[in-house]
């Protein structure tokens, strides 16, 4: 397909469809976004009608004065969403690319279109076949076999056994095409910084996230790639949540414009279902970029916005920040644990390598060479070595601990708390003065997250799990332990939810379990008639301190205890109360 852009309207100017597909009316606006006459390459993804991811390749040229002296088209593709969140459409992008460079010098030129289609289409025969898809693609949808069981929502529940993401990652040695959007995974930590556990966190209670930006959207769409993928539910956990349908993984949308208005408005909790789409995502929230601002303006299409900073601001002096507000524009911000964890994960992931051959920009990896080999698949075969961290020097070490290190950083982070102020005083006082114990062991606990990761399993603080459920589409690559940087930073956030929803499963059926009858007495059968009615209960779950300790929380924050309680709403369909945090003297509490 090739979408042009001619004054104030577009067109397709060449097309080609499989049978009962239809390609007008919806993908060219969806190929050409708003403000791309200000970029001269730009590559764009999307979904059409829920079962087609879309690739295309914008390229900016010259032309005669007559058509105001450019020529703007954009190459693209429908995949099948038959794997993963793009259907591996990322593979297309050189090939398209360059059929967009031919073009732009003559339009007229359509006959590499044609062979394109020719190899690549998607034959007849094909269709009954289709590859291994990962956790919550359409296919495995579709074929999900049913349990019926309770579910807080009171729907009959679908218990979705998804095909392990661990056959999706190449062998050791290889790396990921330099178009993969999870090669973008170091880019999305330097750009959000301690931002990215909010945005996480609101990814886990699958609300509907918009990022608003400027052309090129490529960075975007990754990022929205990033988000889905952090915050899918890893396979050991299902059994855990009574859900239904449970929402393993939040909707990645791409790029969107005004005409997706409709789409957008399926995603709240409050929205009619829609035929024609997934009950895995029956308002369950999304995740999407556009550059049409106006979207940013109508709050009752989003739950979380998010204002990327222009591509121009990396030459600014001090760092420029995303924007992260509410609806109701009330700004979200880190909280002080967070900071502290991300320090730590800057400082744990030096030690990985990337899946890419492409030389990073980013602060967490320094390559010393690259060597680029190109296979008929277009996937990169190659590593960037990295120093360990026996070669790391003391300057680097603490650079990448220590955060906030300026203003602008600690505007990110909500303000300290009385309490926790209160609380650090007073640890400092019973410690005579010296380095806290409880933030060594709280940075022992987030490193765990990242220990012995490897292709096959993968620990929890707390409990084994299997790490095949990594999420990413396709890659692996040289790394430390068995992985690389990408699917380490991955697998860091699914164990961190696995922490999260496993002492949560855990607080549940110890408060369902231990119920006392109205005597005092424990009865024989508490155990089992609160497992079985547990949906109805009306009794509201208590989580304490040390509860949102093990989970990684802060307990002096407002918006944890707010988000732990929301968990429990979401995925259990119960009420939740957080006790804030605590200072015992003596076993007498003083605050």
């Known amino acids: 397909m090739k979408a042009k852009k001619h004054e104030d309207s577009y067109t397709i100017a060449w097309k080609r469809s499989i049978s009962g597909l239809d390609v007008t009316d919806s993908v060219e606006y969806k190929s050409l976004p708003s403000g791309l006459h200000n970029v001269k390459e730009d590559t764009v993804y999307f979904i059409h009608e829920d079962e087609f991811a879309g690739i295309s390749s914008f390229v900016n040229g010259e032309a005669e004065e007559s058509e105001r002296n450019a020529l703007m088209l954009a190459v693209g593709a429908l995949v099948p969403l038959t794997y993963g969140r793009l259907g591996k459409s990322w593979r297309h992008a050189d090939g398209l690319r360059a059929l967009a460079r031919d073009l732009v010098e003559d339009p007229s030129k359509t006959d590499p279109l044609e062979h394109y289609w020719q190899k690549h289409q998607r034959r007849e025969d094909e269709e009954a076949v289709r590859p291994t898809s990962g956790e919550g693609s359409p296919s495995i949808l579709r074929e999900k076999r049913r349990q019926m069981q309770s579910s807080p929502n009171g729907r009959p529940r679908t218990r979705n056994r998804a095909v392990s993401g661990a056959s999706a990652l190449a062998p ?40 608003v930006g400027q052309a090129p959207v490529e960075s975007a769409c990754n990022f929205v790639y990033n988000i889905s993928v952090i915050s899918a539910l890893p396979s050991a956990l299902h059994d855990l949540l009574p859900l239904s349908p449970l929402p393993t993984r939040l909707r990645p949308l791409f790029s969107v414009g005004i005409h997706d208005i409709p789409t957008l408005s399926t995603g709240s909790r409050t929205s009619q279902p829609i035929h024609t789409l997934s009950s895995e995502y029956q308002a369950y929230g999304w995740v999407a970029c556009t550059t049409d601002n106006i979207l940013g303006a109508k709050d009752d299409l ?30 979200i911000k880190a909280t002080q ?71 602008d950083e600690h505007s990110l982070l909500e303000p300290q708390s009385w309490s926790a102020l209160v609380y650090s005083s007073f640890m400092w006082w019973a410690s005579a003065g010296e380095k806290r114990t409880d933030l060594e062991e709280e940075s022992e606990y987030d490193s765990s997250l990242l220990a012995n990761l490897g292709p096959v399993d993968a620990h929890t603080p707390s409990r084994q799990r299997s790490s095949s459920n990594m999420g990413v589409d396709s890659g692996g690559g040289e790394e430390t332990g068995g992985v690389s940087f990408e699917v380490a930073v991955f ?53 304490t301190s040390d509860d949102m300790m093990k989970m990684g929380l802060d307990v002096w924050s407002e918006s944890d205890r707010g988000f732990a309680e929301e968990l429990v709403e979401l995925y259990w369909g119960r009420r939740a109360c957080v006790r804030g945090g605590k200072v015992e003297c003596c076993g007498v509490r003083v605050l």
């Open 491 to 543: 697998g860091y956030f699914h164990r961190f939810t696995g922490l999260i929803l496993r002492t949560l499963s855990d607080v549940i059926d110890a408060q369902d379990g231990g119920a006392c009858s109205e005597d005092g007495s424990e009865g024989d059968g508490g155990a089992g008639s609160a497992g079985g009615d547990r949906e109805e209960s009306d009794e509201t779950i208590e989580i």
């Open 337 to 407: 644990r967070d900071a502290r964890r991300y320090a730590g994960l800057r400082r744990d992931l030096q030690s990985y390598r990337s899946a890419s051959s492409r030389p990073p920009s980013s602060s967490y990896l320094q390559p010393t060479r690259s060597t680029d080999t190109e296979e008929d698949n277009n996937d990169t075969i190659s590593s960037v070595p990295v120093p360990s961290p026996e070669q790391a020097t003391i300057t680097d070490r603490e650079a990448v601990s220590t955060f906030p290190s300026s203003d």
């Open 172 to 211: 050791p040695g290889q790396t990921l095409s330099v178009h993969h959007p999870a090669l973008s995974i170091t880019t999305f930590l330097d750009t959000f910084g301690p931002l990215i556990f909010p945005l996480y966190k609101a990814a886990l209670l699958r609300k509907r996230i918009l990022l």
């Open 302 to 331: 989003y739950d979380t916005l998010i204002t990327l900073p222009p591509s121009h601001s990396k030459q600014a002096r001090s760092k420029v920040w995303p924007k992260m507000q509410r609806n109701n524009a009330v700004s």
